[in-house]
């Protein structure tokens, strides 16, 4: 039988079958995995701001946290959302390469405030310290952060890191803030 053969009188060939179903085997798509982190967006950006020495016992009360009153520390971040879904940070670690020592106590707005998409927030984080004076130092900055509060968040979103120097740590006033003020970021 040859290319023409018919199946029965005027129908169609083997061959015109054999080609059409050649043509109709469906087509497997297959998609890689996309990491969640990129489902969800970028990171947000975080710009480093002032860092101050709370003076004394004046200001301890302030942030409503239990600080040091000789060893209270204030640090400002810029995070701007610039995801698709609101963003909370969950929380600031603080280090530093000269033997000086950070935790931190709370932050103004509170971790777990929402940041809407496109929307900024000035972070003033607090924390208590092994040193007592205006200080420098080379820091390093976690801010962890995700997309539901409170954490962790399922896409498990790697920190945003900073690194930077501080070349002091003034009193709030001694920078031109008001007793108890806070820096803008």
Same mark, same amino acid.
């Given at each position: *039988?040859?290319?023409?053969?018919?199946?029965?009188?005027?129908?169609?060939?083997?061959r015109?079958?054999? +080609?059409? *179903?050649?043509?109709?085997?469906?087509?497997?798509?297959?998609?890689? !995995?996309?990491?969640?982190?990129?489902?969800?967006?970028?990171?947000?950006?975080?710009t480093?701001?002032?860092a101050? +020495?709370? !003076?004394?016992?004046?200001?301890?009360?302030? !942030?409503g946290?239990?600080?040091d009153?000789? +060893?209270?520390? *204030?640090?400002?971040?810029?995070?701007?959302?610039?995801?698709?879904?609101?963003?909370?940070?969950?929380?600031?670690?603080l280090?530093?390469t $000269?033997?000086?020592?950070?935790?931190?106590?709370?932050a103004d707005?509170?971790?777990?405030?929402?940041?809407?998409?496109?929307?900024?927030?000035?972070?003033?984080?607090?924390?208590? $310290?092994?040193?007592?004076?205006?200080?420098?130092?080379?820091?390093?900055?976690?801010? $962890?952060?995700?997309?539901?509060?409170?954490?962790?968040d399922?896409?498990?979103?790697a920190?945003?890191? +900073?690194?930077?120097?501080?070349?002091?740590?003034?009193?709030?006033?001694?920078a031109?803030?008001g007793?108890?003020?806070?820096?803008?970021?």
């Amino acid at each position: *039988m040859g290319d023409s053969t018919h199946v029965s009188g005027e129908g169609i060939s083997r061959r015109t079958v054999t +080609k059409a *179903m050649a043509w109709a085997v469906p087509t497997i798509a297959i998609a890689a !995995p996309i990491p969640a982190f990129a489902a969800s967006g970028p990171p947000p950006v975080v710009t480093v701001g002032p860092a101050l +020495k709370w !003076p004394g016992a004046s200001c301890t009360d302030e !942030p409503g946290t239990p600080l040091d009153a000789n +060893k209270a520390y *204030m640090f400002t971040f810029n995070v701007d959302n610039n995801t698709s879904s609101i963003i909370y940070i969950y929380g600031v670690t603080l280090t530093t390469t $000269s033997g000086i020592t950070f935790a931190v106590y709370g932050a103004d707005p509170a971790f777990g405030t929402p940041i809407a998409p496109g929307g900024m927030v000035c972070l003033h984080v607090w924390a208590n $310290s092994n040193n007592s004076g205006n200080i420098s130092f080379d820091a390093h900055a976690e801010i $962890s952060w995700g997309h539901n509060w409170p954490g962790p968040d399922p896409d498990n979103h790697a920190p945003v890191t +900073k690194d930077w120097h501080v070349s002091s740590t003034p009193t709030p006033t001694a920078a031109g803030y008001g007793q108890c003020g806070y820096p803008p970021c």
